[in-house]
Nanobody
Framework: QVQLVESGGGLVQPGGSLRLSCTAS????????MGWYRQAPGKQRELVAL???????NYEDSVKGRFSISRDNAKNTVYLQANSLKPEDTAVYYC?????????????WGQGTQVTVSS
């Protein structure tokens, strides 16, 4: 089994910063894509940022220039540096990892971490 554990959420004022972390553990052969989604109340879950095993990145338009995704393959960890936060960034943030177990790929999710941007 594979587990993803997130940390780093919290309450921050507009314009502030947070760094989210997500570490995968368990029966992992390798990890392909990793990323972060978010879900605000009453809205669908949306992709925030994605990073491939080779380090290529993709961002949702509203976070470009403010958020940065990175990963440490040796630690099976993905990070999301969120700067210049806005109230509309308030949501539960979920990490995911596309994990290769033996010869098949599965998508695993973290438990979610709340990010609240408010004065």
């Amino acid at each position: 089994q594979v587990q993803l554990v997130e940390s780093g959420g919290g309450l921050v004022q507009p314009g502030g910063s947070l760094r989210l972390s997500c570490t995968a553990s368990g029966s992992i052969f390798s990890i392909n894509d990793m990323g972060w989604y978010r879900q605000a109340p009453g809205k669908q879950r949306e992709l925030v940022a994605l990073i491939t095993k080779g380090g290529s990145t993709n961002y949702e338009d509203s976070v470009k220039g403010r958020f940065s995704i990175s990963r440490d393959n040796a630690k099976n960890t993905v990070y999301l540096q969120a700067n210049s936060l806005k109230p509309e960034d308030t949501a539960v943030y979920y990490c995911h990892a596309d994990v290769v177990v033996v010869s098949r790929q599965y998508r695993y999710w973290g438990q979610g971490t709340q990010v609240t941007v408010s004065s």
